[in-house]
């Protein structure tokens, strides 16, 4: 079972230097094994190999994925997007599917079409249904456009691949949120009887999805107000400059691309005006 878990983490390691990490590593768990033969290690067997076979697929990852590689991709565009994606993935797997929002698409497409229930029921309960869910999601979409609209001349204007990140992000967090929301919502209806406590929790679960909504809509805004407009990675080594106190010299922020395409000074007050990206020649890359 070591072995085949073994050549199994060698598929990490790059292809040059498989075969040299496969011998060392092979190598080193034949040896652990010598010892436990000998009764050495007899009492710490399974738990020397884990721990040899975790250095060992620590090591293949480290050779292909270096550091300052790594850091680089945490700082970039595709790992936001990529644990945006990761978390829909996993919210469709544990909601079974998006079991609530598909009960809900079902239920707003019946409660239009249905046109004997309004001439025959008083009260129908599709109709509180759907509202329940739909007005939350309008007005938190609402806040959301709201918060944006407010936060868009802090934006600096740039090209398309940066209006896309920001859009691509706002999209996530359109999809996710709700959608989080409503499979608790399903949560709650499968797992609490009708009660005072059930309408609580609702209660409290719908004002926390407005406040978490636009918390999400406000880390967007200023994610992508601290990213480079070239590379899109996030900009590093804040330095501040002025004074708060000061009139003729405002505080401002001052941050630079990792990459050497320029620098950010950002406005701190509102006499400091808008933010201003400088962008460096060449030889700043180095």
Not at 98 to 127: C, H, N, Q, S
Not at 269 to 281: A, P, Y
Request: a positive charge; hydrophobic letters at 55%; aromatic letters at 12%.
């Amino acid at each position: 079972m070591w072995l085949w878990l073994m050549r199994a983490a060698a598929r990490i390691a790059p292809a040059d230097g498989r075969a040299e990490w496969n011998a060392r590593w092979s190598v080193r768990l034949w040896n652990l094994w010598v010892l436990v033969d000998r009764g050495e290690l007899a009492a710490r067997a399974s738990t020397e190999t884990a721990r040899l076979c975790g250095d060992a697929i620590a090591a293949a990852f480290w050779m292909r994925f270096n550091r300052a590689s790594l850091r680089r991709w945490l700082r970039g565009p595709r790992s936001v997007l990529t644990a945006g994606g990761a978390a829909l993935v996993l919210l469709a797997l544990f909601s079974h599917g998006f079991r609530a929002t598909r009960e809900l698409v079902l239920t707003i497409i019946d409660w239009k079409t249905d046109r004997l229930a309004p001439k025959l029921m008083r009260y129908d309960p599709r109709g509180d249904f759907v509202v329940a869910h739909i007005v939350p999601i309008g007005m938190a979409l609402m806040v959301g456009m709201a918060i944006a609209l407010l936060a868009r001349r802090s934006l600096p204007r740039c090209g398309w691949r940066f209006r896309l990140f920001l859009w691509a992000k706002l999209l996530l967090v359109t999809l996710l949120v709700p959608l989080a929301w409503i499979e608790g919502g399903g949560f709650l209806r499968a797992h609490l009887a009708i009660g005072s406590l059930r309408v609580a929790l609702a209660t409290g679960c719908t004002l926390f999805f407005f406040g978490f909504f636009g918390c999400c809509v406000i880390w967007v805004l200023a994610d992508q107000r601290s990213r480079c407009p070239v590379c899109l990675g996030r900009l590093a080594l804040p330095v501040t400059l002025g004074s708060w106190a000061s009139v003729f010299d405002p505080a401002t922020t001052e941050l630079i691309c990792d990459e050497g395409h320029g620098s950010l000074c950002v406005a701190e007050t509102e006499m400091t005006g808008e933010d201003r990206w400088i962008k460096l020649d060449a030889s700043w890359k180095f």
